[in-house]
């Protein structure tokens, strides 16, 4: 079983930045990696995905800030976190789907900002 380990959450001050990792335990081959949230009390949402061959797609509120990347010779995706705002406290989830459409996701890691 495929297994994403999360890292880089924390506490920051507005206007900070922090960068999240996920590394999954197995090279198998994502078709896409990245990032969901979910605040206390409201649904889990996007944040950014990278599809393999660069493609990239944010959730509004996080364009200008926030930026995915992907290293496949890693199995790692990255989330580097830019002006941080307290409304981006929240834990983050990584996510990863193979080419064979299952998804995996990991543990989540707390990320709040203060104000």
């Known amino acids: 079983q495929v297994q994403l380990v999360e890292s880089g959450g924390g506490l920051v001050q507005a206007g900070e930045s922090l960068r999240l990792s996920c590394a999954a335990s197995?090279?198998?081959?994502?078709?896409?990696m990245g990032w969901y949230r979910q605040a206390p009390g409201k649904q889990r949402e996007l944040v950014a995905l990278?599809?393999?061959?660069?493609?990239?797609n944010y959730e509004d509120s996080v364009k200008g800030r926030f930026t995915i990347s992907r290293d496949d010779a890693k199995n790692t995706v990255y989330l580097q976190m830019n002006s941080l705002k307290p409304e981006d406290t929240a834990v983050y989830y990584c996510?990863?789907?193979?080419?064979?459409?299952?998804?995996?996701w990991g543990q989540g890691t707390q990320v709040t900002v203060s104000s």
């Open positions: 996510n990863a789907v193979s080419y064979y459409s299952v998804t995996f």
């Open positions: 197995e090279n198998i081959g994502f078709a896409v």
């Open positions: 990278a599809r393999r061959g660069g493609i990239t």
